[in-house]
T-cell receptor, first 112, second 121 residues
Framework: GIQVEQSPPDLILQEGANSTLRCNFSDSVNNLQWFHQNPWGQLINLFYIPSGTKQNGRLSATTVATERYSLLYISSSQTTDSGVYFCAVSGNRGSTLGRLYFGRGTQLTVWP | GAVVSQHPSWVICKSGTSVKIECRSLDFQATTMFWYRQFPKQSLMLMATSNEGSKATYEQGVEKDKFLINHASLTLSTLTVTSAHPEDSSFYIC?????????????????FGPGTRLTVL
């Protein structure tokens, strides 16, 4: 399988602060997704980003596929950003095709 | 687009009973659905991959006779936890692979249901 490591495991911020979450993966990937899991457990797609850079409002993400990492940037954080952020990848060969391998997540807490 | 629902959202049952969880893709057809399990404060673990019209593929260590998966149509997959025990208590989440590339540019994107919290007494 593919190993996915996320850092930091926990992050506590004051409202308005910026943050960077990192995802390292151990093999070539053809899919990388960032998710936000809200307190009720719902996984919300943030980005599909196997390579390159994307932005959506206060969130942006960059994946450097050749160096096997992705970054999620959260700017001007709000209390509603609290929750767990997961990175998940799928490979481009054999048994790694089509299935997602999840990291352990980053627990983000934003205080007012 | 690409909405996935699950039912029920939570269930409490007695030890020894069976529980069925439904996963539906509401606005697209999904040839492949996935079932995950998540324990508190942990990541998602893939249990099985469900392909419409064929047998599910289970991950190593997942008992196929205990976790029965049926993907009878392009919009519905079910997970039945048979003879449930307290150690089966967990958060079960399904996802469906969307064939629609318009939103993300890829047909490999998975969309997740809201999850089902199972508590076995």
């Amino acid at each position: 399988g593919i190993q996915v490591e996320q850092s930091p495991p926990d992050l506590i911020l004051q409202e308005g602060a910026n943050s960077t979450l990192r995802c390292n993966f151990s093999d070539s990937v053809n899919n990388l997704q960032w998710f936000h899991q809200n307190p009720w457990g719902q996984l919300i797609n943030l980005f599909y980003i196997p390579s390159g850079t994307k932005q959506n409002g206060r969130l942006s993400a960059t994946t450097v596929a050749t160096e096997r990492y992705s970054l999620l940037y959260i700017s001007s954080s709000q209390t509603t950003d609290s929750g767990v952020y997961f990175c998940a990848v799928s490979g481009n060969r054999g048994s790694t095709l089509g299935r997602l391998y999840f990291g352990r997540g980053t627990q983000l807490t934003v205080w007012p | 687009g690409a909405v996935v629902s699950q039912h029920p959202s939570w269930v409490i049952c007695k030890s020894g009973t069976s529980v069925k969880i439904e996963c539906r893709s509401l606005d697209f057809q999904a040839t492949t659905m996935f079932w995950y399990r998540q324990f508190p404060k942990q990541s998602l673990m893939l249990m099985a991959t469900s392909n419409e019209g064929s047998k599910a593929t289970y991950e190593q260590g997942v008992e196929k006779d205990k976790f029965l998966i049926n993907h009878a149509s392009l919009t519905l997959s079910t997970l039945t936890v048979t003879s449930a025990h307290p150690e089966d208590s967990s958060f079960y989440i399904c996802s469906a692979r969307s064939p629609w590339s318009g939103r993300t540019g890829s047909t490999d994107t998975q969309y997740f249901g809201p999850g089902t919290r199972l508590t076995v007494l």
